[in-house]
Structure formats: C-alpha cells, structure tokens
C-alpha cells in the first residue's frame, strides 16, 4: 500500500492547504499541523489494515501491477 499511501496523502494535503481545497496555507500554524498530520497518519494505517484484511494489493499497486504485466492481476485474498 506505499504507493496508495503516499498519492492519497498527497491528494488530502493539497486539498487542506491549497486554493482548490480548502486553502489553509498560512492559516494554520505549526502545533496545529502536528495533530493534524498523526490524525492522517492514524487514518491511513486503519483504512491501509482495513484494506490489506480483504485485499492483496494496494489500488494503485493492483493498477500499477495489471499495467506492468498488460493483464489483470487477482486482486482478492
């Protein structure tokens, strides 16, 4: 899930700090972020268990996976 992970990441920050969000940059300070980020990270690992319970690839891993080998891959357990 490190791709998955690391995309839906950057997807939920750009859209709490930037224009086509949010647009929270510069009015969130430092201490804010902190909570903020352990409340994303927390979030990521309990959808990512979730996931990983019912499934044997990450979304993205499993697209990036069926591109790679020009077929598509098994997804489920």
């Known amino acids: 899930m490190p791709l998955t992970n690391y995309i839906s990441q950057s ?3 750009t859209f709490l700090f930037y224009g086509w969000g949010l647009g929270l940059l510069g009015h969130v300070g430092t201490a ?3 909570p903020l980020t352990v409340a994303i990270y927390a ?3 309990v959808v990512s ?3 990983l319970a019912r499934y044997r690839l990450g979304p993205l ?3 990036w996976r069926s591109l790679s080998y ?3 891959q098994p997804l489920r357990r």
Do not use: D, G, K, N
């Open 11 to 13: 997807v939920i920050c």
């Open 32 to 34: 804010a972020c902190i």
């Open 43 to 45: 979030a990521q690992c």
């Open 49 to 51: 268990h979730a996931w």
């Open 61 to 63: 891993e499993w697209v």
């Open 70 to 72: 020009a077929r598509l």
